[in-house]
């Protein structure tokens, strides 16, 4: 059973910041590649909005490229998305992902709602 533990969401003003989180175990951890954040808004598909693989290596959604920074910290077990600049278009559902022993796993999920 692999479990992601998301936090991070919340309101916020359009230009302001939030920062995600996304915890899980050390075995699962060390296991998976790559990891990431998609998101959903309402009546849209989900989109990869950024992913890290085990060595470092980062890939952002173009429309967030220049604003959000994907990391992870090994000691922790954490994988985070830091939301500058954050805009309207923004505000969705954000979801862990990892995939880890050949299989897709997502978090439940932590709302962004960005106000105009």
């Known amino acids: 059973q692999v479990q992601l533990v998301e936090s991070g969401g919340g309101l916020v003003q359009a230009g302001g910041s939030l920062r995600l989180s996304c915890a899980t175990s050390?075995?699962?951890?060390?296991?998976?590649?790559?990891m990431g954040w998609y998101r959903q808004a309402p009546g849209q598909q989900r989109e990869l909005v950024a992913s890290?693989?085990?060595?470092?290596?980062?890939n952002y959604a173009d429309s967030v490229k220049g604003r959000f920074t994907i990391s992870r910290d090994n000691a922790k077990n954490t994988v985070y998305l830091q939301m500058n600049g954050l805009k309207p278009d923004d505000t969705a559902v954000y979801y862990c992902w990892v995939i880890t022993l050949g299989h897709n796993y997502w978090g439940q999920g932590t709302q962004v709602t960005v106000s105009s």
């Open positions: 050390r075995s699962i951890f060390s296991s998976i590649n790559p």
């Open positions: 890290i693989t085990r060595g470092g290596s980062t």
